[in-house]
């Protein structure tokens, strides 16, 4: 029985470039598919407030506006975890800083927060930007807090250690440190670090979902517990009362 003839070099060069434009082409399709999700964030931050409608402001003003990325949108127990605290949550999923901002400046006059507790930037790494692009957008989201809300007090909460984007954990400690700087000499901010308490032995703890980027349950707890430690200290006298829950009768 003869052997078939080995197959010409053309013709193994054909089948390659074929295999690399179907490769070109799946990337091609995955790329705009990406790009057509940033889009749809776009084109809702240029007319949209910010999600979830807040209840209007009780006699005492106590609503703390929690506003950020995923981390915050996926916070589900958030009242209760964050009890007695009058916690909103006003998180976008898979949002940057500049369109929570844009989103931001879409909100209506008639309700002020008590304070914001700010959790964003973590995107804004991961989708390839710069310490120096996220500060920038740090600091034009808190311009837009001071241009409608004065010197409301706004926590920074640092970006945490997530065991999927461990690679980019160096960027993550560099824009902890500068915006940690910012708000050192800002009376209307305050920088809470929370990041190491989410690491065991130097590496992401045991609280994360499967995806290895966003918090479980526990996390949420320790985030809870961290923050409501945090506020009696950072927030100013007329804020702190909201602590206290009001008396029926």
């Known amino acids: 029985m003869q052997s078939k003839p080995a197959a010409s070099d053309g013709s193994v060069l054909r089948k390659g470039m074929f295999a690399l434009a179907i490769f070109l082409a ?13 889009n749809r964030f776009i084109a809702e931050a240029a007319a949209s407030p910010l999600p979830t409608a807040p209840v209007p402001a009780s006699s005492r003003g106590c609503s ?5 990325s995923s981390s915050i949108a996926n916070w589900r127990t958030m009242p209760e975890d964050m009890a007695p605290w ?7 999923g898979g949002a940057t800083m500049k369109e929570i901002t844009q989103r931001f400046k879409n909100e209506p006059d008639s309700v002020k927060p008590a304070a914001i507790v700010f959790y964003a930037g973590e995107n804004d790494i991961a989708f390839g930007g ?4 996220a500060m920038d957008d740090l600091k034009a989201f808190i311009a837009a807090k001071r241009a409608r809300y004065g010197r409301l007090m706004m926590v920074i909460v640092s970006l945490k250690p997530s ?5 980019e954990r160096p960027l993550q400690i560099e824009f902890n440190r500068r915006a940690l700087a910012l708000a050192a000499d800002q009376p209307d901010l305050a920088f809470l670090d929370i990041a190491s308490s989410l690491l065991v032995d130097g590496r992401p703890g045991p609280y994360y979902r499967d995806d290895g980027i966003h918090l479980n349950a526990d996390g949420y707890r320790l985030w809870a ?3 409501d430690g945090a506020l009696p ?5 007329a804020a702190r009362r909201c602590a206290v829950p009001v008396k029926q009768g």
């Open 225 to 227: 517990r961290a923050i």
């Open 86 to 92: 009058e916690a909103r949550n006003r998180g976008i």
């Open 64 to 68: 703390i506006w929690f506003i950020g």
């Open 163 to 167: 065991p999927t984007r461990w690679d």
């Open 130 to 133: 710069t310490t120096d692009h």
């Open 233 to 237: 200290r950072i927030l100013p006298e």
């Open 26 to 38: 799946v990337m091609t399709g995955w790329i705009f598919g990406q790009n057509s999700e940033r």
